[in-house]
């Protein structure tokens, strides 16, 4: 009798392990640490400097947001082409950088209120005879894969104009291309490209017209609203105590966030 209370007691155990170790390890209403989902490529708002550190304006702000959460953060590199599966998956609790908020992004996640204005433009090298979007008519562009910028060229007639459409996983092959000619216009943030406008000046130049305004928000797992309203409050807290504006003005030299 006792043997078989005994085995009973070991079998329950194993039980009562097996659903621990089962649990989510990004379930952030149980974990003091936010797994934050980036592409290390996209500057400045996540990337990586000479010392292969992430560094950029979501970074910080992601840090400084936790701090006031009181939770620890985890940069998570991701393919960005699977960010909403990565979140989905439970793999990451945020995704956050330089995300644009949309209607049918709206259906896989859930959005902050937007905290940064953006904009889909087109770069094109500073000798290009490109000045407005009809001039891409017959023309080779490149831009991010499963991105906002696909998502603009997509909705604009001038799609249906250009030669060929070439996607890449990042930023900056795209541009690297774009300097080697393998292609003669690129679509990409404007937060993004003004940043490398700024390191490598008479490189590149911005058409006049620009394919979609846009706002970047942090995306959380649909169901998570506890981790939303948690995260929301505290962005409002930084909007208040201006360590918002500090962020913003050491990376744009003003103060852009959104109140």
């Known amino acids: 009798m006792k043997r078989m209370l005994l085995l009973v007691g070991v079998s329950v155990m194993t039980l009562f392990v097996l ?5 989510s390890k990004n379930d952030s209403a149980n974990n003091d640490v936010l797994v934050i989902g980036v592409d290390d490529k996209f500057a400045p708002m996540g990337f990586r400097d000479e010392n292969n550190e992430l560094t950029g304006f979501d970074i910080d702000y992601a840090k400084a947001a936790a701090e006031h959460m009181g939770m620890e953060v985890k ?4 393919d960005w082409k699977t960010k ?8 990451i609790d945020l995704i956050w950088n330089g995300y644009t908020i949309s209607e049918e992004r709206k259906g896989k996640v859930l959005f902050t209120k937007p905290y940064l204005k953006n904009a889909q433009v087109v770069a094109t090298l500073t000798d290009s005879s490109i000045e407005k979007l009809d001039d891409l008519s017959g023309k080779k562009v490149g831009l991010q894969g499963l991105s906002s910028a696909s998502d603009a060229l997509s909705a604009n007639p001038v799609h249906d104009k250009v030669k060929s459409i070439s996607e890449y996983a990042d930023n900056v092959l795209a541009l690297t291309d774009l300097k080697a000619g393998r292609v003669d216009a690129v679509v990409i943030d404007e937060v993004v490209i003004d940043y490398y406008m700024s390191k490598q000046e008479g490189t590149f130049k911005v058409i006049g017209e620009s394919l979609a305004p846009e706002e970047y928000g942090v995306g959380v797992k649909k169901g998570n609203e506890e981790l939303l309203d948690k995260l929301q409050a505290a962005l409002d807290k930084m909007n208040e105590d201006g360590s918002a504006a ?7 030299g003003e103060d852009k966030v959104l109140k």
Do not use: N
């Open 19 to 23: 659903a621990a170790c089962g649990t």
């Open 75 to 78: 940069f998570q590199p991701i």
């Open 84 to 91: 909403e599966t990565e979140l989905s998956s439970g793999r």
């Open 246 to 252: 500090d962020i913003s003005t050491k990376w744009f």
